[in-house]
């Protein structure tokens, strides 16, 4: 995969230090060993992703990829520092392929992406020590570890931004090669070496102590189209095809006759580019992984079926054994005979010798002896057939070993042949998962900001009765609920708890009925902070708009989002805490949580969650996977809807405690 050039650096620099400005650094995730992702949020604009793979690239993304469960000590650092602070500025250093980001909390800290060679990602402090790099470096002059100040790698060449001519002609003054190495090998890297003799049209493998002064002044010409238009941002961000991928920030004669796509902002374009091929790299991987997992199996199949071709071949072979020596009963007989008689004279050291010396003089009788080893084991050759007789054991005993061998082996062939067949299964099984794992391979997919209607930007659900409710997210939400959205007939809700949402049900001149008013109280309850303490259930109460003030009496001070509340106020006790999810049709699909009995009556495809101890990520992903058919509800569109904390899902004993009217 092609390393982002120093150029593409500093155009990726110059975008990002407008795009990120006062962006304030929300978390850190790392999918891969070399990745890093950051989420930002923008203030006016929302969300942003900027992934940074060391030694390859830095770029927003829309192309988010999946994060591991468990979170890597680097990314929770980063969280433990950078949480909260916003970004103050991003450059490149010295139109090196380095990349600094600076943020402010209150403290200056630095995040150095290192895009050279393998890279590195690194946490600076506002003294420049280093707190935490993401791959630890120890080199003679160079030392990327924890508590060790941060020291830039040698500057090389010179800048082409500011370059002058008599530096460029210096440099070729003092060259040993051609033209295009030297400018290759001193900052301009080889592709933009290539641009500027091909521009300047002079010949690249020319010596560069040779060149003429109109050769000098024509590629110094070159340079300052070339670079002034970076230095202006005067950025023309494109995809090359035909066979020559790149993607570029500017505009190159080389590529004059290729095919171009071009794109509002290099990140886009760098953006398309590198997830594309990230994609297929992640296919790859799993496509390897599972090619390991069936061919195991097969390797099992392999070793099976070969032992089942032996044991059936020791099967017909062994009785042929045993069978031959009762056809040549009478010769191996003579043979036992004569091992018989020299045992009562001779060692067995001098009998292996006398057969020896019998076989070479052609004594009758021994041509059927291969040979005879110390252990008395004698090897006869009968009809091509080589049988070891045991010159202890009597003939049928010889014959009944070869038999016993054949009948064993003959046992063991039923049980290999279910080895075999319960394999097959297995790599049936294993193919039919690799299919399925294969087409739901989890290759980042562009993430589509989607136009939210105005209550999905708070919470809100669709009552049984068909009554829209809705609650705020966060203080500024609570006022907007209560000054923007809430009417005289409507009913505002709020949990008796610190920490609460404001809660309106929406009346449209229509008589609310009580069981629309239990459920509005669920939400109050549910997305309060009595969700994020571990409560099963908590009190709420609701009164009329015209209770509602944000007057304060006289030395009262009113928080912003918090209201006073006039009059009497009507309770419901004990509202359980659990919030069903699930796509509703409502001014089209879209997600809803809220209260079990709403969710329900809209749809039977739900998932019903309570107070407990897992991260919404992870309880996101198993309602993901039940209500996710074919709509296009993302993860983060189920994070969004539900509470603060953690969850676990709600079991039968848990719905049996809803009292119907909530």
Known sequence: MKAMSNVDIYAISSELGKSLKDARFQKAYQPTKDTILIRFHVPGVGRKDVIFQAGLRVHITQYPPQNPKVPPSFPMLLRKYLSGATVSEVRQHHFDRIMEI?????????????????????????????????????????????????????????????????????????????????????????????????????????????????????????????????????????????????????????????????????????????????????????????????????????????????????????????????????????????????????????????????????????????????????????????????????????????????????????????????????????????????????VPQKRVKKELKWFEKLRWFLSSDGFLVVGGRDAATNESVVKKYMEGQDIYLHSDIHGAPSVVIKSNGKDIPESTINQAAGLAASFSSAWTKGFSSQDVYWVHPDQVSKTPESGEFVAKGAFIIRGTRNYIRAVPLLVAVGVVDYEGERIMAGPVQAVRKYTDNYSVIKPGFTKKEEISRGILKKINTENQVTLDDVVRVLPSGKCDFADDRDLRKIDLGY
Do not use: C
């Open 102 to 442: 600076e943020f402010q909390k209150e403290h200056k800290y630095t995040l150095i992406i290192e895009l050279f060679s393998k890279g590195n990602i690194i946490l600076l402090d506002e003294d420049g020590q280093i707190i935490l790099p993401l791959k630890r470096k120890l080199w003679q002059d160079r030392r990327i570890s924890s508590k060790e100040p941060y020291i830039y790698p040698p500057e090389r060449g010179i800048n082409p931004l500011h370059a002058e001519k008599e530096e460029i002609k210096e440099l070729f003054l003092n060259s040993d090669t051609d033209i295009i190495r030297t400018l290759a090998k001193s900052g301009f890297g080889g592709l933009y070496a290539e641009e500027l003799v091909l521009r300047a049209g002079v010949a690249k493998d020319k010596d560069a102590t040779s060149i003429k002064d109109e050769e000098l002044d024509s590629i110094y010409d070159a340079l300052r189209e070339v670079f002034d238009a970076l230095l202006n941002e005067q950025f023309h961000p494109q995809i090359i095809s035909d066979g020559k991928d790149d993607v570029l920030p500017l505009d190159l004669k080389m590529y004059e006759n290729y095919s171009k796509k071009p794109f509002p902002s290099f990140n886009e374009a760098a953006d398309e580019f590198y997830s594309s091929i990230v994609g297929d790299d992640i296919k790859k991987v799993q496509e390897d992984i599972w090619a390991a997992e069936v061919g195991k199996y097969e390797k099992r199949l392999r070793i099976q079926k070969e032992t089942l071709e032996n044991f059936q071949k020791t099967v017909k072979i062994s009785k042929i054994k045993g069978d031959l020596l009762y056809s040549h009963y009478s010769v191996v007989e003579s043979v036992m005979e004569i091992i018989d008689k020299a045992r009562e004279k001779y060692s067995w050291r001098e009998i292996i010798k006398i057969i020896k010396d019998a076989k070479k003089q052609k004594v009758p009788g021994t041509e059927v002896i291969e040979s005879i080893d110390k252990l008395g084991n004698i090897t006869l050759n009968l009809e091509d057939q080589r049988i070891v007789l045991d010159s202890h054991l009597s003939i049928p005993e010889n014959a009944e070993t070869y038999y016993n061998k054949g009948k064993k082996a003959k046992k063991k062939i039923k049980g290999v042949h279910i080895a075999i067949e319960k394999t097959m299964k297995e790599i049936e099984k294993a193919e039919s998962k690799r299919e399925v794992a294969l087409e739901q391979i989890k």
